[in-house]
């Protein structure tokens, strides 16, 4: 089954990041050496971000960046094909992301048919 799982990293400047870009790195090789990842990017930063909200009437909204305060940002993503749940949070759990004040939220990815 196949799960997202989406890397939220803290806002918190009293909790700075503990792994680095290595952490990362190894983390992804261990994904694909188990024959799990199916795909997963980083995001650019939060400024680059851009909101559309559709009215009513069809009209666009338009807005730079995240409209709510958060003290969490989504970092990026990874899409995983494991057994079952257990095995996706085993995996959440040895993502970098989830340290630090981090947070990694696994979803089941819909099939509607595949």
């Not at 730079?64 to 759990?93: K, M, N, Q, S």
Request: charged fraction near 25%; include cysteine; hydrophobic fraction near 35%.
């Amino acid at each position: 089954m196949k799960y997202m799982l989406l890397i939220y990293t803290s806002t918190n400047p009293d909790q700075p990041p503990t792994c680095d870009f290595e952490d990362w790195q190894l983390y992804d090789k261990a994904m694909k050496d188990a024959g799990i990842f199916v795909s997963g990017h980083a995001l650019q930063d939060l400024t680059t971000a851009t909101g559309v909200q559709v009215d009513a009437d069809g009209r666009r909204s338009i807005t730079d960046g995240p409209f709510a305060e958060t003290r969490e940002i989504l970092g990026g993503y990874d899409i995983i094909d494991v057994p079952d749940l257990d095995v996706a949070l085993e995996w959440a759990a040895r993502c970098p992301g989830s340290r630090d004040g981090g947070t990694v939220v696994v979803r089941p990815v819909a099939g509607f048919g595949d």
